[in-house]
């Protein structure tokens, strides 16, 4: 089964609302492994919404529709199927009914434009909504099956939870499939220095191999559709295997794992303890360190040392090596490391420290600079950089690699 899904409003063409309807609704094609390869927007516009369903039906089986379903004249959605499919409009008695004792519980007349909510299709019928007012409705025409769900989330929701899912499963039958995803998380490696290690695997075409950059990660995932989720892992798992090889240490997590949740987790498999010492990320690493759950365990503290003073004072990193060598650089982000490691009593210690701009580059140390030092009981040794971006990206992504530092010296020890 093909499906497209039109959501209707102008106000999702102008972006006033975002449009969480279509994504759900994908979301739960996906979990029932029905394709959908294309989705619209069209705003309050018959003509236009007439188009994009005759679009629509030229190329999908089950077309659904999110919106336009309510009582005023900009709600055009069902007029616009019925005049799509040369069908009828017609007044549904039991959706009038529901209308009536709607107002009625809430003490109030009801409006006569409500009763465009209560029309359906004369060959079809409606779907209840509990929610609302404008129940859903349900046609099927010339080997399409149309669907016309409402636009507020809290009445489409559980409409489709509660009826078009069950709906849909009986009409899949044993064409029923499952999709399975499962994405690999990497850091280390760019988006494409990652697709050209497994470039001949990308043909594959189940498990579907996707490649997608994000915030310094490099994610892959790996989509698998068969009868069962236990079939469809079965089929994800050699070919999961296979990439791990290829990417080694540089995979640290899958699906919803984020990096400073696997650090934490490799902290504590560990047992060893993290402090850290920033300046140019301002709080931003202890900040993340301190989103997972459970951190306590192995995160001690942080100093926020931006002052030379309290690099000096806090950390113990000495005036001399500030004078000589300058906030930013490597030694001053080494004696941080050490500074953070002994005050707080860690077995790691993190120091970063650089230009984040947009003001304050000279050609020696231009914006983006960062250096980024680890200390443990084998040393300290720090790391430079030169991040691209904003001032939010150059802080951002130093976190990042202080998370993957951490992470490193834990895989090697
Ligand atoms: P109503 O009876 O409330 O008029 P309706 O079915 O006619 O419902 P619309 O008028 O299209 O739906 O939209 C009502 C509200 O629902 C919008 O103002 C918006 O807040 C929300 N909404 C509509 N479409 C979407 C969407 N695709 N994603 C998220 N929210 C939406
Ligand atoms: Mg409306």
Redesign the pocket.
């Known amino acids: 089964m093909v499906a497209e899904i039109i ?3 102008t ?2 063409l102008l972006g006033q ?6 994504a759900y609704l994908g979301k739960t094609l996906a979990a029932l492994g029905i394709d959908l390869f294309r989705r619209a927007t069209v705003g ?1 516009n018959e003509a236009r919404l007439v188009h994009a369903i005759l679009e629509a039906a030229d190329r999908a089986d089950l077309i659904l529709t ?7 004249q ?2 055009l ?1 069902k007029a616009a199927v019925a005049r799509a499919f040369d069908e009828e409009l017609v007044l549904d008695p039991a959706a009038v009914e529901h209308l009536r004792t709607f107002f009625e519980r809430r003490g109030v007349p009801m409006p006569e434009n409500n009763l465009r ?1 209560a029309m359906v299709f004369r060959t079809g019928r409606s779907l209840p909504n509990p929610m ?3 129940p859903g409705a349900l046609l099927e025409k010339n080997g399409r099956l149309v669907i016309c769900l ?4 809290r ?2 929701i559980p409409m489709v939870d509660n009826t078009l899912v069950p709906l849909l499963i009986e009409r899949l039958g044993g064409e029923r499939q499952v999709l399975r995803s499962r994405v690999l998380r990497t850091i280390g490696i760019g988006e494409s220095a990652m697709e050209e290690r497994v470039q001949d695997l990308l043909a594959s075409a189940n498990p579907t191999i996707g490649t997608l950059a994000h915030l310094g990660e490099s994610h892959l995932r790996l989509t698998a559709k068969a009868p069962t989720e236990a079939e469809a892992l079965a089929l994800i798992e050699p070919l999961e295997r296979e990439i791990r090889t290829r990417l080694g240490a540089h995979v640290y997590g899958i699906d919803d794992t984020t990096l400073e949740q696997a650090v934490v987790e490799l902290l504590r498999a560990r047992g060893r303890t993290v402090a850290v010492a920033e300046s140019c990320t301002g709080g931003l690493l202890g900040g993340r360190i301190t989103n997972v759950a459970g951190s306590s365990d192995v995160f001690l503290g942080g100093v926020i040392s931006y002052s030379n003073r309290a690099k000096e004072e806090l950390l113990g990193v000495p005036g001399d090596l500030l004078a000589r060598h300058g906030a930013v650089s490597a030694p001053v982000a080494e004696a941080m490391a050490r500074g953070a490691r002994e005050r707080f009593h860690a077995d790691l210690g993190v120091g970063i420290t650089g230009v984040a701009g947009p003001g304050g580059g000279t050609p020696e140390k231009p914006v983006g600079r960062v250096h980024i030092g680890l200390a443990t009981a084998r040393g300290v040794e720090s790391r430079q950089y030169d991040l691209p971006g904003t001032r939010a990206d150059v802080r951002g992504r130093s976190v990042v690699l202080a998370l993957d530092q951490i992470r490193r010296a834990l895989l090697d020890a």
């Open positions: 959501a209707v409003g106000e999702l609302t975002v449009d969480t309807n279509s309050d999110s919106g336009g379903l309510g009582p005023t900009d709600d959605t909510q609302g007012t404008a409402p636009g507020p989330p009445e489409l």
